[in-house]
């Protein structure tokens, strides 16, 4: 069973590297040094970012206007940590830590900012440049189509008024609208090869713009699978062998009745599973329940306080490896993982993570993380691919005191808006440098079962 799922899990990094394109140097980090706890030469390492949360200049859109509107009491958006400007240096950042991948975001409303039938021609090119300045950094570029975002025309299209945007998702013209702009972008970039994400975390972006709009939840979902299995279809004519998906936003303990209506939708159309993972158990405050990525950045408790299981990936991995059946051909990436912090909280040193002493720093946090990671893999999960939320700080969907970069930015104090190196980079770097962890690495001991992702937990304990 184990050598049929790493022969998957190998195909799928040859694909991925067949899909690189031609003719640039890729830096392939030397071969595992760290014993038991080595990956492998062709595990895909990358860094995330988003269009919205990282561009600044934005247009308008739903979430400029929930923005300016404050909104659940939203923070001012400003211009974010400038990627629109910056992006050439960040991209340099992720490519000195070695990693293969590098994921953005396609900003709709930057490419149609003023009505359902024109383009920008001007945002195509940036997008262009940004694609193409990954490529010759050696990465791959995964491409995220829909990031929560949808331009101000499409939020009110009706007479209705009293919220930021009536119509959205509500409107019977959404998911055309929605295909027009996607089969462009796709039909502009397939050429470069792109692993694919449709829709990110679809769940918490039905649950945000019920809470800011009044969506219709079902109507939302359905025409969120609509969306996903059109613009699937579509990708494939277009780049024959490309790889699909939209990743999940794991809930702990929920996430059955949290993402399982989607996943249902939407099973027959992924090439592989995109699982997102942050927090442990928290029991549900909402009904319908909310993933933990929409609740509110400024509310209480804030997102640094939410539960910290890093177990809890392994159960998250094992529970999509389960749902697909034990599909060797269904390999899993984890499209985003990372550590939120408050406003300031970046610069701590941890004294000794594999002794557990000193504060619990995002290193500890990553090494551990990957600890879980590397045991459900050799397990004989086909795990292919990990990606850090994120390379820099941003604006965290209403706030900027969460912190998840690699890099911290103080978007509120510091104009030059310098990227500060936290004590994970230099953590990544070496880690995929060689290839793995430090040898004989054991992470911090679990936390009782019952706070970790029950029942499961509970029922198949680790320690």
């Not at 929560?148 to 009706?158: F, M, S």
Request: with cysteine; aromatic share 12%; hydrophobic share 40%.
């Amino acid at each position: 069973m184990r050598t049929c799922t790493r022969r998957a899990a190998v195909a799928f990094a040859a694909t991925m590297a067949a899909l690189l394109v031609p003719g640039v140097a890729v830096a392939v980090p030397p071969g595992p040094a760290a014993g038991d706890l080595a990956f492998g030469r062709d595990f895909l390492w990358g860094v995330a970012a988003s269009g919205f949360q990282s561009e600044g200049y934005a247009p308008d859109s739903n979430w400029r206007r929930y923005a300016e509107t404050h909104a659940l009491g939203a923070e001012d958006y400003g211009n974010s940590v400038d990627f629109f400007h910056q992006y050439a240096s960040d991209i340099e950042l992720a490519r000195q830590l070695g990693v293969k991948v590098f994921r953005i975001g396609i900003e709709w409303a930057r490419l149609q900012p003023n009505n359902r039938l024109e383009w920008d021609a001007k945002g195509f090119e940036f997008y262009e440049k940004v694609i193409g300045t990954i490529v010759a950094a050696g990465m791959s570029p995964m491409l995220t189509l829909d990031h929560w975002v949808y331009p101000g025309w499409a939020c009110k299209r009706t007479d209705a008024a009293g919220v930021p945007c009536p119509d959205g998702w509500n409107h019977p013209d959404m998911v055309n609208d929605w295909m027009a702009n996607m089969e462009k972008v796709v039909t502009r970039f397939a050429y470069r090869k792109p692993l694919w994400v449709t829709i990110n975390e679809p769940v918490a972006y039905i649950m945000h713009e019920v809470r800011h709009n009044g969506t219709d939840q079902a109507l939302m979902e359905d025409r969120i699978a609509e969306a996903h299995n059109r613009i699937y279809d579509f990708i494939h004519r277009v780049q024959p062998g490309a790889k699909v998906t939209s990743n999940m936003g794991y809930v702990a303990g929920e996430d059955d009745k949290a993402n399982g209506g989607v996943i249902e939708k939407i099973r027959a159309k992924l090439d592989y599973i995109g699982l997102d993972y942050y927090f442990g158990f928290e029991p549900p405050k909402t009904q319908p329940i909310a993933t933990v990525r929409s609740i509110a950045a400024v509310g209480d408790p804030g997102m640094w306080n939410l539960p910290l299981r890093t177990e809890g990936i392994y159960y998250a991995l094992q529970r999509y490896w389960n749902l697909f059946g034990k599909n060797k051909e269904m390999p899993i990436y984890i499209v985003e993982n990372g550590m939120p912090t408050a406003d300031g909280d970046d610069g701590a040193q941890s004294k000794d993570c594999a002794n557990h002493e000193g504060r619990y720093t995002r290193s500890c946090h990553l090494l551990d993380t990957l600890y879980w990671i590397h045991r459900a893999k050799a397990e004989g999960m086909p795990i292919v691919g990990y990606n850090y939320w994120s390379i820099t700080d941003n604006y965290e969907w209403g706030s900027y005191s969460p912190r998840f970069g690699l890099y911290t930015v103080d978007v509120l104090k510091d104009p030059t808006l310098a990227r500060r190196p936290t004590d994970a980079v230099a953590t990544y770097q070496a880690v995929i440098g060689a290839g793995g962890l430090p040898p004989g690495y054991r992470p911090r001991p679990p936390a009782p079962c019952e706070l970790v992702d029950p029942p499961a937990s509970c029922d198949r304990p680790v320690s």
